[in-house]
């Protein structure tokens, strides 16, 4: 990392201030170059910024943090620019022009934290997820990822799996020098902490992971053909996203409509009528398509008169207001009106108690899916250890070490580098 980059960091232009941020090993060299002397350390001070033919280009606070103690690792220096585009374009052409200067690809900044070990990946992959959250549960969890939670957690295990591997490396180096017996207490001893440690890792695996909060809820609306399932997708997402008709079989291909609702994201689906025979091809696709949905459906709305194929769906009663349809038949759990907005609501009532268990609760560390697979990866690693082959148990350790280091970048490959980090802009 050579290279010294630039960008703008607060937002792009226009606005009342824009801070453009440089970092590397010329970024010093850079700023005294158009704002003459550099300030003291984490002190602003207004500077006149000039190209390198002398013409004026901004009045500007400059601001100088040497590395490694910095948000990249590196030496930083923000420049606090008008926002105006002009003028943002200008600082940038200038200092596009410095010698070892260039401007940063999306997430450099970031990136660069992580290779000089400012921050470690499960960190960086929290404040993608602040970037890109939109609900206030989305934010508190990628705030705890941000600030560490999910990497302490990580650690405290990593130290535990340390002292483990120590213990049994000193057992077989006893052993080998002094060629005497294993103490086999100690041995079960080490074997009991392995899986009490197994134990709580697997309690963080079967808990939901913050995944859900950012994909939303995935509710699926499903029963044959004229069931009201486009009514009361419209309904609920409070707009005409689906046609309506009393033609049975218009909706022939899954409709989506997603929904904010109490801080929790939701996908509706509205899926094609469920016809027993048809020989229609399109309106078979569209069959098959639903019974993929409904296997798919975190939450399922079943709109039959017959019992749901799934034993946690909720039955609905759909078209309570048409004649002879009135009363709650057994077995349904709401009766649904287009008439009386109380039903609707009482749906979104029953969407979200179900949604409550499907989401991480809100005081517990934010696993990912993939930190939570690298967690069972390591989990098994320690059930599976043999209590009676010390080198198999040392292996085991080992495994489940390497496991809980890739939660934490240590052995990250350059491809999945990449691909965290395309999710960000420029300016971080």
């Known amino acids: 990392m050579t ?14 201030i824009a801070v453009i941020r440089v ?56 420049l606090h620019c008008h926002g105006g585009r002009a003028v943002v374009a200008a600082v940038e052409r200038a200092l596009a022009e410095q010698p070892g200067v260039r ?4 997430g450099e900044f970031t990136r660069r934290a992580l290779l000089n070990g400012r921050i470690d990946l499960a960190e960086a992959e929290g404040l993608a997820d602040l970037l890109e ?7 508190r969890a990628a705030i705890g990822a941000v600030e560490g939670r999910v990497s302490q957690a990580v650690r405290g295990w990593m130290d535990r799996l340390a002292m483990l591997s120590a213990m049994i490396e000193a057992m077989l180096d006893f052993a080998e020098e002094d060629d005497v017996p294993l103490d086999q207490a100690a041995v079960a001893r080490i074997k009991s902490e392995m899986h009490d440690l197994a134990i709580t890792m697997l309690e963080v695996v079967e808990r939901p992971p913050v995944d859900r ?14 069931s009201g399932k486009s009514t009361l ?40 009528g469920l016809a027993e025979d048809t020989d229609d091809v399109i309106e078979a696709i569209g069959v098959t398509r639903a019974q993929e949905a409904i296997l798919q459906a975190d939450i399922l709305l079943w709109m039959a008169d017959t019992p749901p194929p799934r034993g946690d769906a909720i039955w609905l009663h759909s078209r ?22 109380s039903s609707v609501a009482s749906v979104w009532d029953a969407i979200a108690e179900t949604a409550t268990g499907l989401l991480p609760r809100e005081d517990a560390i934010g696993f990912k899916r993939h930190q939570q697979d690298q967690c069972r990866r390591a989990a098994n690693a320690l059930i599976a250890a043999p209590s009676d082959d010390i080198l198999l148990m040392a292996e085991e350790l080992r495994v489940a070490r390497q496991a809980l280091a890739e939660v934490l970048g240590v052995s990250a490959t ?15």
Request: aromatic share 4%; net charge neutral.
């Open 3 to 16: 290279d010294t980059i630039f960008a703008v960091s607060s937002g792009q232009p226009p606005a009342a």
């Open 23 to 78: 970092s590397g090993p010329a970024a010093f060299a850079a700023a005294e170059r158009l704002g003459g002397r550099l300030p003291e350390a984490r002190r602003a001070s207004l500077r006149t910024l000039k190209d390198g033919a002398g013409a004026v280009l901004d009045s500007a606070l400059l601001l100088s943090f040497p590395g490694p103690a910095t948000a990249t690792g590196e030496d930083l220096i923000e």
């Open 103 to 106: 401007r940063a690809e999306p």
């Open 133 to 139: 959250a939109q609900t206030e549960r989305q934010r």
């Open 213 to 226: 909060l950012h994909d939303g809820i995935r509710v699926v609306l499903a029963g044959p053909p004229n």
């Open 233 to 272: 997708l419209n309904l609920l997402v409070e707009r005409e996203a689906a046609i309506v008709s009393p033609i049975a079989g218009t909706t022939r291909d899954r409709i989506e409509a997603s929904v904010l609702r109490g801080g929790v994201a939701y996908v509706l689906t509205d899926t094609a």
């Open 320 to 341: 309570a207001d048409l004649p002879g349809r009135e009363g709650l038949p057994e077995g349904r759990r709401l009766a649904v009106r287009r008439d009386e907005g």
């Open 414 to 428: 350059e491809t999945m580098l990449d691909a965290l980090f395309r999710r960000f802009c420029l300016g971080k």
